[in-house]
C-alpha cells in the first residue's frame, strides 16, 4: 500500500494488557522525554499528557516540570491512571501529578495549561476536529501543542489533514520534529488572545 494512501479502519485505544509495549526497553531508548520534550516543558508549567497510557511520557515531563510545577496525566482508562499514579508515588514525585479520567468524547478539562502532548493517539480520537479546538481552548495564549503520530499507522495524507484542522481551529505550525517512526509537528497558539467564543470558558 502506498504510504499516501493509508487509512484507519478502526480506531484502536491500546489496552491495559498491552501497556508494556509502550513503556519497555526499545520504547525508552527511542523515545528519551528529556530529549524530545527538551526546551518544551520547562520548570514551573502546568502541562497536559492527553491519552497518557501508563505514564511514560508523564513521568518524564514530571522530572522536567520540577517541584514548582505539575503534570495533569489524562487518559480513558482508569486502569492506566493507576499505572501512573503507581509509578509517581514509586518515586515520590504523586505530589506534581493530578490524574484526570477523560470521556471518549471529550478531554474534559477546564484549568488553562502551558503546554500539551498528544502523542500516538489523535487517530483514535473519533473526532478529531473537536479534539483540536478544545486542546487550541486548553492553552494559555501562547501555549504550545506536540502532535506525534505513529508513521506505520499513519499516513502522509492523514497526517496532513489533522494539520489542516489544527490550522483551522486557529493554531500556528511552529515546525516539524524528529521523533523515531513518528510524524511530528509543534503547533501554537497565538500569544494574543482568543480566537474561539468557547475559550472564555476555559479560563
Not at 143 to 159: A, T
Request: glycine fraction near 8%; charged fraction near 25%.
Amino acid at each position: 500500500m502506498n504510504e499516501d494512501s493509508k487509512v484507519i479502519p478502526k480506531r484502536f485505544v491500546c489496552p491495559v494488557w498491552l501497556s508494556w509495549t509502550l513503556e519497555n526497553p526499545l520504547r525508552r531508548a527511542m523515545h528519551k522525554p528529556g530529549k524530545l520534550l527538551a526546551g518544551l516543558v520547562e520548570p514551573g508549567m502546568t502541562v497536559l499528557d492527553i491519552g497518557c497510557g501508563p505514564g511514560f511520557f508523564t513521568m518524564g515531563m514530571v522530572r522536567l516540570v520540577g517541584p514548582q510545577g505539575r503534570v495533569i496525566a489524562a487518559d480513558l482508562q482508569p486502569d492506566m491512571l493507576a499505572r501512573v499514579r503507581a509509578h509517581a508515588e514509586k518515586e515520590g514525585l504523586m505530589e506534581r501529578v493530578s490524574l484526570h479520567h477523560c470521556s471518549p468524547t471529550r478531554i474534559g478539562l477546564a484549568e488553562p495549561v502551558d503546554f500539551a502532548l498528544a502523542f500516538w493517539m489523535v487517530h483514535e480520537v473519533p473526532d478529531r476536529q473537536a479534539f483540536i479546538s478544545e486542546v487550541y481552548n486548553l492553552l494559555k495564549p501562547g501555549g504550545r501543542l506536540l502532535v506525534v503520530e505513529p508513521n506505520l499507522h499513519v499516513g502522509k495524507i492523514n497526517f496532513e489533514e489533522t494539520l489542516k484542522l489544527a490550522a483551522a481551529a486557529g493554531f500556528i505550525a511552529l515546525g516539524e520534529r524528529k521523533v523515531t517512526i513518528s510524524r511530528a509537528m509543534l503547533l501554537g497558539k497565538q500569544a494574543s488572545g482568543i480566537r474561539d467564543q468557547d475559550d472564555t470558558t476555559h479560563r
